[in-house]
């Protein structure tokens, strides 16, 4: 049976730790607008308080996540436990987005190893629900490494092609809402 943690404990945010995938869910205020359902991966979340969280947003081909929580700030960051155990961890709550030059920015980055690509955006989180469930549906899977895709990629790109690429695909959400700031 799931349960509801007040806080992010020591015991918890340790379990956190060691999972290498979480889901992130937003969705627009528009009753026909799309939900969004994001992997990500690396060493990308941190536990910041007993009720806070952020994650790295590296560089994509979308910005559903960010323009979502601009426009009402709803999130929910999802662990599961494809290795031991069985378990699923939700965090509800609010979020900010924070990007490069933006107060508070470079010292929320300092909280994570030095990021494979640009950080496009830290998006940081204040958990207003705390939960956890069986996670008895969820295969197991073996943990084989991260992919190195985003440094292939980056790699050979100079910044005025990187920043060229988040002006293209990083303005508007697939709803018209306002991406990024760029």
């Known amino acids: 049976m799931g349960k509801e943690f007040s806080i992010i404990d020591k015991d918890l945010a340790a379990w956190v730790g060691k999972q290498q995938m979480f889901f992130v869910a937003t969705a627009p205020l528009?009753?026909?607008?799309?939900?969004?359902?994001?992997?990500?991966?690396?060493?990308?979340l941190r536990i910041i308080g007993p009720a806070e969280v952020a994650y790295l947003d590296l560089g994509g081909s979308g910005i559903e996540t960010v323009a979502h929580i601009k426009q009402n700030g709803r999130i929910v960051v999802m662990l599961c436990a494809f290795e031991g155990p069985p378990r699923i961890v939700r965090f509800h709550g609010r979020g900010e987005v924070l990007e490069p030059g933006m107060a508070g920015f470079d010292a929320l980055l300092q909280v994570f190893p030095p990021p494979p690509s640009?950080?496009?955006s830290l998006i940081r989180i204040q958990v207003e629900r705390i939960s956890d469930s069986c996670g008895f549906g969820v295969p197991r899977y073996a943990y084989q490494g991260q992919r190195s895709s985003i440094e292939n990629y980056v790699r050979d790109k100079r910044p005025e092609e990187l920043e060229a690429y988040k002006a293209e695909h990083?303005?508007?959400?697939?709803?018209?809402?306002?991406?990024l700031d760029i």
């Open 170 to 179: 990083n303005r508007k959400s697939l709803d018209g809402l306002p991406g």
């Open 30 to 44: 528009a009753a026909d607008g799309l939900v969004n359902c994001s992997p990500k991966g690396r060493d990308t």
């Open 118 to 120: 640009p950080a496009r």
